[in-house]
């Protein structure tokens, strides 16, 4: 029975041994080891290899912009131009008026435009055939009366007569751009060309001399010109002495249609 004892008390203390030299190295490998290497280390050793990484997943970033900013900007640079406009009228309107009383004369040609300043206004003149009458011919002479007159004769614009050589047909194109901003209210894009009785500057208060004869007119409101066809009479003795008589002349002026007459 010693003997039994005594080898009972051997087998637990060289189990106890051998326990206590299986658990220092484990704790030394797992001092050594790095923490986020264990479990690959330990995979390893136990022959499951090293676990599969998943890869970074890239993304494709746009800049997505928004549709009030666009706005924004579109609304800003409105806001600019109305305020170019505003400056652009208010600077034209400083400078405007109408044309002082004056005549010029210049030469007709089939091949080109005879232009000629009518105090201060530019005038364009070309003969041309119409159905009733042939291409005027000649010299042609100009004159611009002044405000007073073309208010006599019930005219809010420009008041001016026109005469050729050989009476006929010419394209007339008068430049309104020195006195666009005279009349508000879209004015400057309402003018057109109209014809006047010859009695309109003799006797402008009869009915019949203000009766205006509309001309079929093209306003070419970015040049700021408007012209039409017009019937020149013959200039006989000279403009002055036509305008005391009121004879053989033609007398048309630059004003504007009635708001919303198209």
Known sequence: MVFGIGTSRRGAGNA?????????????????????QLPTAMAAEQGLGRPDVPKPRVSKVEEVKGLGAKKAR?????????????ARKAKEEQTAAWPEPGTATTTLSANKVAEVDL???????????????PAAAGSVDFTVLD??????????????????????????SVDY????????????????????????????SKTECRKQTPLSSENDSAHQTVSAQ????????GTSTQLASGNALTVFAVTAAAAGAG
């Open 147 to 172: 405000q007073k007159a073309a208010r006599k004769a019930g005219i809010t614009g420009v008041l001016f007569t026109a005469g050729a050589d050989t009476e006929g047909t010419a394209e007339v």
């Open 177 to 204: 751009s020195d006195f666009a901003s005279m009349i508000g209210g879209g004015w400057s894009e309402r003018l057109r060309l109209v014809r006047l009785p010859a009695c309109a500057l003799t006797t402008p």
């Open 119 to 133: 105090a201060g206004t530019p005038v364009a003149a070309q003969p041309v055939k119409s159905r009733s009458m």
């Open 230 to 237: 017009v019937p020149l009479a013959e200039t006989r003795s």
């Open 16 to 36: 106890r041994r051998w326990g206590r030299r299986l658990v220092v190295p484990a704790v030394a490998l797992a001092l050594l080891a790095p923490v986020g």
């Open 74 to 86: 579109q609304k800003v640079s409105e806001g600019k131009k109305a305020g170019e406009r505003r």
